[in-house]
């Protein structure tokens, strides 16, 4: 008798004990799953929206600068890039030709618009017009005229641009044992020129250019 009621008396302990850790986890499970009303309302305090509206600082509104400049281009650049295009078609070419001339014993390849240096020439004067005479070819796109020694009736046309020096020349001589030593810079003078035009060279026979 004693045994059976001592097992009774643990058993109703334990099933009690069993009953209260179900309701302990049942809780647990639904405040879990349920969400907190708290969260959802809102916050009154430092960080709700109505006291952030009301302490943010109004700052101004920046100006849309990227819009207002393409409003103020102009509506005339096609018209502007017909005209330019209509101009530089009626410019007329330059012809392709050149020259090589003899100047003070020097042989040169002159083209027009170009400028060149030459051993200074003492009768001219600066913005003076001059004439070379000695003019040993002459070649163009098609044909080439050869002289000999000269094109005839062949000119180059030129205007002195400048009277001037050429960079400095250092002449050191020395003699050993015999205390001698010699330092001298030299500058030769020059004469730039500006070529023109080549003219006069169509009467004498030209021969054509051989492609290579």
Not at 3 to 29: E, G, K
Not at 167 to 183: A, C, E, G, I, L
Request: charged share 20%.
């Amino acid at each position: 008798m004693a045994s059976s009621s001592a097992t009774l008396s643990l058993c109703s302990a334990f099933s009690s004990h069993c009953n209260v850790a179900s309701r302990r986890s049942s809780v647990i499970l639904g405040s879990i799953s349920k969400p907190s009303v708290n969260l959802v309302k809102p916050v009154i305090g430092f960080l709700s929206p109505s006291t952030a509206s009301t302490s943010r600082p109004a700052f101004p509104v920046a100006p849309k600068f990227a819009e207002s400049v393409v409003e103020a281009k102009p509506e005339t650049t096609d018209v502007e890039a017909v005209v330019v295009s209509d101009v530089a078609e009626d410019k007329p070419k330059r012809e392709e030709i050149f020259a090589v001339v003899m100047v003070g014993g020097r042989q040169y390849i002159v083209f027009p618009g170009r400028y060149l240096y030459t051993q200074r020439l003492k009768d001219a004067n600066v913005d003076d017009q001059i004439v070379l005479n000695k003019v040993l070819l002459v070649g163009t796109k098609t044909h080439t005229y050869i002289g000999k020694p000269v094109v005839t009736n062949a000119t180059v046309h030129a205007v002195v641009e400048n009277q001037g020096l050429n960079d400095k020349v250092v002449v050191f001589k020395y003699k050993p044992k015999k205390k001698y030593r010699r330092n001298i810079g030299h500058r030769q003078p020059n004469t730039r020129i500006r070529i023109t035009g080549i003219t006069g060279y169509e009467e004498y026979p030209a021969s054509p250019n051989v492609a290579v």
